[in-house]
């Protein structure tokens, strides 16, 4: 058996690694997948402590938040392709203006 | 005391033709304005005749109760009118006086573009003026004393485009307001110790307290600062700078307000005070001594000046003077009598003055005149009747009352009567040389060709005008009127029946007038001879003018060179201005400009406002820049905050 704590440090570490993305890439898609990589990371520690304390309500929210997630991606990419047409970049530095 | 409703009605009428001059007129031709001022100011004099018609000693006084005004528990104020025998003078004088200078303004302000104000502005006077000597109590009394000195300052500054004639309207309302301030206060001290400010009460109350000889008491303050309104009001030192620069206005307004009438508000209402001033010697005297330093002072300043009104305007101080120093000699009676032939004598000299100006297209300096008896017979005429009457010449009316001042004047103390003889030597003298500068010799001034209108009269000095010329008939009219009132207006004192008349209105009057009776008859001798001695002084004045600017007109200059100077310091008004300037205008001056402008203006009050206002923007600037737009900042910052809660609930849940 894989004690806890390895689960919610690999946790932390997937989080972190979304976080550190999120502030330092200046691509939007690489944004967009750093925030993937933090749901992941807290998806993670939800099923690690439901495992460990045997409660389901835990993996359900897992669904939860990989629902959103899902809905998120859609809305997300569809907003990406907007801001590609009209500013022929995906460069955040540059995307600082809500009207052009 | 007797009801008579017609007194509200007086003052009332010409506020009435004010406010149809006044919102109306610029609209209205010149007739029309001339018209409603004269038919408005001649009813007032009209009802004043017939107020003066049904006055009876035995009814006096006659009041009337207009409306309340203020009513704060026990202590009342109404509006409310006062006639007794000293406000009927005082009424008539005004009315009288003042119709008649109404009249002369028709024919000298006609060229003038602000004729309907003008005319508004005098017939506000009026009413303020009636206001005063009519009110019943010293509340009313104030708000004439306010006005008239608001209606002075608007017709000093009747030409306002001329700084000079601004900046002397300005300082007259700035000089009184010092006078009014004492003025308040003694009313202040009245309200505090007899709870009201009616006349009748006041001066009830006041019967009932000692006579403060010995030492200086409540009586002898309220006194000192009646005195000090009084000063103000009426040109006494050390109030009387204001008076000289006043003769920028109009000469209808210096004969009407600066002469005849507003600045004998002064004499009358220490003269209306006498119940106060009876109890308290200390501040008689001081009236007395102001009055007479007052009167030998400004009469010296008058040989030496060569503005024609200035003359006047220095002899006029020197005039109010007198009646001051018989207020504080306690003859209130001889004080208001001399007002009265005043009035009529020095609204002449002031009226015939504008007369010669007129004449000669502006000019006021006496050193251009000269010749003008043939020019102007009239005028010099009636000028000359007024000079004789302000010189003491018997029978005219200045002799009258000017003597009967020195006489009482020598019961109190033979130094007044020194000082007022050697004045009385003085004013003779200025008064004939203005006289033969003036009428006397050739004319001096510029012939111009062409003659042409003389509507800018008062604001060119010294233009070329053509021939001088005599005035027209609506000026002159008024002149001869006053003049014959100058012959005659003195035989009303004849035999102390003026003195019996305004008894009534003066306490401990009745006495005095018991006590001059028996002295009178006691030393008739005496009295006869400083008569002798004061006619004889006035005819040396008279002589030494003919001597010096008759006979040897080079002979003044070379005095005035010999004594140097003494002369350039009597020329120059004694540096009074200039004192006056560096003891009183400058430090306000320097001090309002460094310590309430640069100081507490712009370092506390503006600086407040700016720079909290500045330290909005600057914060407002800062935070600003957290929102870029750009989304990774943003991310930076949530970032942040989320590690701070982080830190924070770790440290807590370790504690």
Redesign the interface.
């Given at each position: 058996m894989v004690p806890l704590s390895y689960y919610l440090l690999l946790s932390g570490i997937l989080f972190v690694c979304g976080v550190l993305g999120f502030l330092i890439k200046r691509n939007i898609i690489t944004i967009f997948m750093s925030i993937e990589l933090m749901l992941n990371g807290v998806n993670l520690s939800f099923v690690a402590f439901a495992a460990h304390w045997h409660a389901l309500s835990g993996q359900v929210f897992v669904f939860f938040v990989m629902v959103v997630a899902a809905a998120e991606a859609a809305v997300g990419l569809a907003i990406i392709i907007a801001v590609y047409r009209t500013r022929e970049t995906l460069n955040v530095d540059q995307v600082n203006l809500l009207k052009l | 005391m007797t009801p008579n409703p017609y007194l509200w009605v007086i003052p009332i009428l010409p506020l009435a033709g004010a406010a149809i001059n006044g919102f109306f007129g610029r609209r209205s031709s010149k007739r029309a304005i001339s018209t409603i001022a004269l038919v408005f100011c001649g009813a007032a004099f009209f009802m004043a005749l017939l107020v003066a018609w049904g006055f009876s000693s035995a009814s006096a006084p006659y009041y009337f109760d207009l409306a309340h005004w203020i009513r704060s528990g026990s202590f009342q104020v109404d509006f409310s009118f006062y006639l007794d025998q000293l406000s009927l003078v005082m009424l008539l004088v005004v009315t009288g006086v003042g119709f008649l200078i109404h009249i002369y303004s028709v024919g000298y302000m006609w060229d003038d573009d602000g004729y309907y104000r003008f005319m508004s502005y005098m017939n506000l006077f009026m009413f303020f003026m009636l206001t005063l000597v009519l009110a019943k109590d010293y509340l009313v009394m104030f708000i004439g004393w306010e006005g008239v000195g608001l209606a002075s300052y608007l017709l000093i500054g009747y030409w306002f485009t001329k700084d000079s004639a601004a900046a002397a309207g300005k300082k007259a309302f700035i000089v009184n307001r010092i006078g009014d301030c004492g003025f308040l206060i003694a009313l202040f001290l009245i309200i505090k110790h007899f709870h009201s400010l009616d006349f009748t009460k006041v001066f009830e109350l006041v019967s009932a307290w000692q006579t403060e000889t010995a030492g200086v008491g409540i009586l002898t303050a309220i006194g000192l600062l009646l005195m000090v309104g009084a000063a103000g009001k009426s040109a006494q030192i050390p109030l009387y700078v204001w008076l000289p620069d006043a003769m920028e206005g109009p000469t209808p307004v210096s004969a009407l307000i600066h002469a005849a009438t507003m600045v004998t508000a002064g004499v009358y209402m220490v003269a209306r005070s006498s119940a106060i001033f009876e109890r308290a010697p200390m501040a008689m005297m001081v009236v007395a001594i102001i009055g007479t330093l007052t009167a030998l002072f400004a009469a010296t300043i008058g040989i030496a000046q060569t503005d024609i009104k200035k003359v006047l305007a220095y002899s006029t101080i020197s005039q109010l003077g007198y009646m001051f120093m018989a207020c504080g000699v306690g003859a209130f009676s001889a004080g208001i009598f001399h007002l009265m032939t005043h009035a009529f004598f020095k609204g002449l000299l002031f009226l015939a003055a504008g007369s010669v100006i007129h004449g000669i297209g502006g000019e006021q300096d006496m050193r251009k005149m000269g010749g003008l008896r043939t020019y102007m017979p009239w005028t010099f005429a009636t000028m000359g009747i007024a000079t004789l009457a302000i010189a003491g010449i018997p029978p005219l009316a200045g002799f009258w009352s000017k003597d009967e001042i020195l006489w009482q004047a020598f019961g109190a103390s033979w130094v007044y009567w020194l000082i007022g003889v050697i004045t009385a030597f003085i004013t003779s003298f200025y008064m004939f040389r203005l006289m033969y500068m003036t009428f006397g010799g050739d004319y001096r001034g510029t012939v111009a060709q062409e003659a042409h209108g003389h509507d800018d009269h008062g604001h060119a000095q010294g233009h070329g005008h053509g021939e001088p010329h005599e005035s027209p008939w609506v000026m002159l009219g008024p002149l001869v009127i006053l003049a014959l009132l100058s012959v005659v207006g003195g035989f009303i004192g004849y035999g102390n029946r003026f003195e019996h008349f305004l008894a009534p209105a003066f306490q401990g009057a009745a006495r005095e007038v018991a006590q001059e009776t028996s002295r009178e008859a006691a030393d008739s001798t005496l009295e006869h001879l400083l008569m002798g001695v004061s006619i004889s002084v006035a005819g040396l004045g008279w002589l030494l003018a003919y001597l010096l600017y008759s006979r040897r007109p080079q002979l003044p200059a070379r005095i005035a060179a010999s004594l140097g100077g003494l002369y350039q310091a009597v020329a120059h008004k004694y540096y009074v201005d200039e004192l006056y300037a560096i003891l009183f205008v400058k430090p306000v001056i320097d001090g309002s400009t460094t310590i309430l402008w640069h100081g507490v203006d712009q370092e506390v009050i503006d600086a407040t406002v700016n720079n909290s206002a500045s330290a909005a923007r600057h914060v407002s600037d800062s935070v600003r820049h957290m929102q870029?737009?750009?989304?990774?900042s943003y991310?930076?910052w949530v970032?942040a905050g989320g590690a701070v809660v982080i830190a924070y609930m770790v440290w807590m849940g370790v504690r």
């Open positions: - | 870029s737009g750009n989304l990774r991310a930076g970032a």
